[in-house]
């Protein structure tokens, strides 16, 4: 069967730097890293928790210096996630993590914007643009780099908020999403992936999300599961990230079925896939064969990714169509 059509709705672009295309840009940009080659940086891929993660994922940032580096960083992430099946893609964009760098906001926003502009003419996957706060850093200068992002007009769609998550509640940052959503911008944030159920809790009443990315721990809370069921809240679901960071022993242990049966709207998303083992279509292999997920259970993750997307209600139809198609060819296939 062909890959199973669906929205990515959690995915950080500068999670998407595979070691060869970081050499490349090295390479460019007249930059020495301190790995021996591709092989030596991919092996140091072995993280015990978010923070270890983080440290690599800021050190591999530095060779982004151009437009034209991130423009090539974005295409590659697009080629690829076309074979996954990826039709619809909202990507998030981390400006404070280039602005300390010393890369203008214009840099790294057009750079990848560049990419975005035509990415439903060359790789089918129509695109959008979030720009994602580190809860690590003062809100203050969250607050700065948004209102520059809505003076130059910068072709975003909403703010998402993501990072170290303990020690940094989403309510730190209550002043920014009223910005953001006075500016008519959609809100996600990052909330109950090693940070505990009340994060989340904050998140849906401070922040006012439209999505939640993560959301894992909400089964630690009935009553949160029951306002998210009834509200019937997005939540992105990353299961090779999750096991990846430890936040999940193994991907046998993942909560995304249990997630499923109390009615959930969960939707399967690759995060950083160059870091964690894989995008859209092999974080859905893995639940396959450790879940032996059904063609209508996998549909049903699709559909919910389509729905939760941030999409005019033309495009939604024709996506949500696509995977009915699909779901209707694999009961055919199975039944022969």
Known sequence: MPPLPCA?????????????????????NGIRLPYADAADLAARYAFTDLQSFLDLYYANMDVLRTEADFTDMT???????????????????????????????????????????????????????????????????????LQDLIAMQAPIVGIGLDSAE?????????????????????????AGEEGPPGYVWEALDVLRVDRLDHGIRCLEDDALVERLVADGVPLTVCPLSNVRLRAVPSIGDHPLPAMLARGLNVSVNSDDPAYF??????????????????IDDQALLAANSVRSAFLDGNRRAVLLAEVEAWRVAGHSQRAV
């Open 8 to 28: 990515e709705l959690h995915l950080h672009i500068e999670g998407t730097l595979e070691p060869e295309l970081i050499f490349a840009l090295a390479d460019r």
């Open 75 to 145: 295409r590659a992430y697009l080629r690829r996630a076309a074979t996954a099946g990826v039709r619809h893609a909202e990507i998030m964009l981390d400006p404070q993590a280039h602005l300390a760098r010393g890369v203008a906001l214009e840099t790294c926003v057009d750079g990848v914007a560049a990419a975005l502009a035509t990415s439903e003419a060359d790789h089918g996957i129509s695109s959008s643009l979030i720009a994602a706060f580190l809860r690590d850093r003062p809100a203050t200068e969250a607050l700065g780099v």
């Open 166 to 190: 303990v020690g940094y509640p989403p309510s730190l940052f209550a002043e920014v999403y009223d910005v953001a959503r006075a500016a008519g911008l959609k809100c996600i944030a990052h």
């Open 277 to 294: 083992g894989g995008y859209v279509d092999d974080n859905l292999a893995a639940l396959v064969g450790a879940f032996d997920l059904s």
